[in-house]
């Protein structure tokens, strides 16, 4: 699992997307050549390249007509998943599905949004009204037995990589009680009627492709659990796009709709190697202690990371404006980072994050960060400083041996626990002698936070004392 989580924390969730929709996109011309799909592999290279283009052309046609900000891994990610689920063409109608499909799934983007934010997924609302209009439909051929292998492998890790397993799991739950109850009413038999749906349908790519789009997703898990039931609920009574566009439905009511444009006001360096960023936003934010944002910065030439990143804000709902801490390798340092530093702009939306304070002040509760970690304890102890909240609160803060705390001056409102290296039992021990009566909050890379975690069950903590968080920065 380490060799797995170490992969994924160094590829953006965007990025692994894109690569998996690519290799799902080479195994089909493989099987194609074998006989084992309905189309030749010149037809599937043909449509593939032919969405392609018209998607990109489209979405420079739309972004320049909107003055918009562009992503162009979002508008390739958009032509591979249509190419996955639209039958490669063979006629000029099949020409023309295509194309309307691409120009439909990049205008909705644009015209389809209320704040920057667009209502439903790109894909499944083009196949949905394209098949409406021309009188076509989508085979979602990527649903298939020979591709069943690649599709479960890569779906588990982009699962993995956003922590979707439990929207997954309420999407299955309430598919399975719908597929039960048709196959009851049909009389045939049910274990048939779900091995049948699990190998041989695109269940399994659109849980992991198509329900989990971030932008037309909850940010929060109990919203998400109720999202992927409702999908759930429709997906075999409609078809799969139709499904999904009534969810996004849902989805957006009970989604933050806000897109903010920021300009840079000050950077200051908090360490040899990290760098707190102050930016003044174009409107009010109103949000949670602790949470995070998506940040987009268009860059010339971007790596393999993309031009998006998760930072957990590290201001207060009380301060005016948004600040991130953000740590630098030298070494390596992405082309994001490296575009950071000499940016006065940026683009910001998807709020989301559970990683909040409790709503009972007499809880006591004990801070675990771990390096840059530290962000979202800024942000509530910043938060409770300034509206006079007092709270029973403990801070360990471990770090590399000779670096440097940052957000000193907010940290030291309340005790802090200095440690360098790894947080071991004893540490907990003796910085909090009434642990076992505490919420521990645990923020920082996935190794320390799992290592932490491990550490508390060992001393008998609950499961139910212990809040971690999905550190947004490693993403």
Same mark, same amino acid.
């Given at each position: 699992m380490?060799?797995? /989580?170490?992969? %994924? ?12 929709l ?5 195994w ?13 592999p010149? !037809?599937l ?15 420079k ?7 918009? $900000?562009?992503?162009l =891994? ?12 639209i ?5 000029l ?8 499909a691409? +120009? ?24 949905a ?10 085979s ?5 037995? $020979?591709?069943?292998?690649? +599709?479960?492998? #890569?779906?588990l ?18 598919? &399975? %009680?719908?597929?039960?109850?048709a196959?009851?009413?049909? #009389?045939? /038999? ?9 190998i041989?349908?695109?269940?399994? &790519? ?7 789009? *971030?932008?037309?997703? @909850? ?11 409702l ?9 799969? =796009? ?19 444009f %920021? ?8 360490? *040899? ?5 102050v ?8 949000? !949670? ?10 860059? @010339?030439?971007?790596?393999?990371? #993309? ?6 804000l590290?201001? !207060?709902?009380?301060?005016?404006d948004?600040?991130i ?21 940026? $683009? ?11 709503? /009972? ?11 840059i ?9 910043? &938060? ?19 670096q440097?705390? +940052? ?7 309340i005790?802090?626990?200095y440690?360098?290296?790894?947080? !071991?039992?004893?540490?907990i021990?003796?910085g ?20 932490? =975690?491990?550490?508390?069950r060992?001393?008998?903590?609950p ?9 947004? #920065?490693?993403?």
């Amino acid at each position: 699992m380490k060799l797995i /989580d170490d992969f %994924l924390n160094n590829i953006t969730m965007y990025r692994l997307v894109l690569y998996f929709l690519l290799a799902l996109i080479l195994w089909g011309m493989v099987m194609s050549f074998f006989g084992l799909l309905s189309f030749s592999p010149l !037809s599937l290279i043909f449509s593939v390249g032919f969405l392609i283009a018209v998607s990109w052309t489209t979405n420079k046609v739309f972004a320049w007509g909107f003055n918009a $900000v562009t992503n162009l =891994e979002s508008v390739y990610i958009t032509a591979l998943i249509l190419a996955l689920i639209i039958t490669p063409a063979k006629s000029l109608h099949d020409v023309a599905f295509l194309f309307w499909a691409a +120009v439909l799934a990049m205008g909705s983007k644009y015209i389809l949004a209320i704040g920057g934010k667009h209502l439903f997924n790109p894909a499944a609302l083009a196949v949905a009204i394209t098949a409406l209009t021309i009188n076509s439909s989508s085979s979602w051929w990527v649903g298939t037995a $020979v591709m069943l292998p690649l +599709v479960l492998a #890569g779906g588990l890790l982009v699962i993995r990589k956003i922590d979707r397993a439990d929207l997954a799991f309420s999407f299955l739950v309430a598919s &399975f %009680l719908t597929i039960g109850m048709a196959s009851i009413l049909r #009389g045939t /038999d049910l274990i048939t009627t779900i091995t049948k749906t699990i190998i041989d349908s695109p269940w399994l &790519f659109f849980i992991a492709i198509m329900l989990t789009e *971030p932008l037309t997703t @909850p940010p929060t898990k109990k919203l998400q659990a109720v999202y992927g039931a409702l999908v759930g609920l429709f997906f075999y009574p409609l078809t799969p =796009e139709l499904a999904l566009v009534a969810g996004n439905v849902f989805s957006y009511l009970a989604s933050p709709k806000e897109k903010l444009f %920021l300009t840079l006001k000050e950077k200051i360096q908090l360490a *040899p190697d990290v760098y707190d960023f102050v930016y003044e936003p174009d409107k009010k934010l109103n949000f !949670s202690a602790g949470q995070y944002l998506e940040w987009t910065l268009t860059h @010339p030439r971007p790596d393999d990371r #993309g031009n998006r990143r998760y930072f957990t804000l590290a201001s !207060s709902p009380t301060e005016k404006d948004l600040r991130i801490g953000v740590k630098f390798d030298k070494a390596r340092s992405s082309s994001f980072k490296t575009a950071l530093l000499n940016s006065n702009n940026i $683009v910001a939306s998807q709020l989301a994050g559970e990683f909040t304070l409790s709503k /009972d002040p007499n809880i006591k509760l004990a801070f675990v960060a771990g390096g840059i970690g530290i962000t979202p304890f800024r942000s509530m102890i910043k &938060f409770l400083t300034d509206a006079g909240q007092k709270r029973d609160i403990v801070l360990f803060y471990a770090n590399s041996a000779g670096q440097e705390p +940052v957000y000193r001056e907010t940290l030291e409102k309340i005790p802090v626990k200095y440690i360098t290296g790894r947080l !071991s039992d004893r540490d907990i021990a003796e910085g909090a002698p009434d642990w076992k009566e505490r919420k521990f909050y645990l923020s920082g890379s996935h190794a320390m936070v799992t290592g932490v =975690e491990d550490t508390l069950r060992k001393m008998g903590l609950p499961r139910s004392q212990i809040k971690t968080d999905y550190f947004p #920065g490693f993403a």
